[in-house]
């Protein structure tokens, strides 16, 4: 496999970016309840379609960042940061197609997101995946995420299913 990673910036490149987020929904959708039930709290469609629409300017510098991965030429996976203070940035929207898990791409991607933290010139990251997501829990904990509590206040619907993480830079 050739990976590589990029900031959307073509039509097309963001299209591509913008399927795999909404692929990524569907799936945490196809998750059984109670875990689906907090996509459907957090991330309606239509602030989902808003929160996409940002996009071009939430997560670029200085805001943020928006990762697009490749398998060849084929868009197989995406990831965003978003900053929360100057310090604070956050990891959102991981998503790797199930054809190129087990690859290393979902690694390379994060190891990207990792280095755009810095780039951004935040001290911390943190980010939360979902209870059932456990080779993305193995992932984070391989890279040196330390598991936390809720650092943002969620609705009880997220009680007991989002496992949180953040890393010092």
Not at 43 to 61: C, I, M, N, Q, W
Not at 121 to 146: E, H, K, N, S, W
Not at 162 to 168: K, P, S
């Amino acid at each position: 496999m050739m990976h590589r990673i990029v900031t959307p910036e073509t039509e097309a490149e963001m299209a591509a970016f913008d399927r795999l987020c909404w692929d990524y929904r569907s799936y945490l959708l196809s998750l059984p309840r109670p875990d689906s039930d907090v996509v459907r709290t957090l991330y309606s469609e239509e602030v989902y379609r808003d929160l996409l629409a940002k996009g071009a300017t939430h997560f670029r510098p200085p805001a943020g960042q928006m990762r697009l991965a490749f398998d060849g030429d084929v868009p197989v996976g995406c990831g965003t940061v978003q900053t929360l203070t100057p310090e604070d940035a956050e990891i959102k929207r991981v998503y790797v197609t199930p054809e190129a898990r087990g690859t290393g791409l979902a690694r390379a991607l994060m190891d990207q997101l990792v280095a755009d933290c810095r780039a951004l010139g935040c001290t911390r990251i943190l980010m939360d995946t979902g209870r059932l997501m456990v080779p993305a829990q193995r992932l984070y904990d391989r890279m040196g995420f330390r598991r936390r509590g809720p650092y943002q206040e969620l609705p009880p619907v997220a009680d007991g299913i989002l496992v949180f993480f953040e890393m010092d830079l």
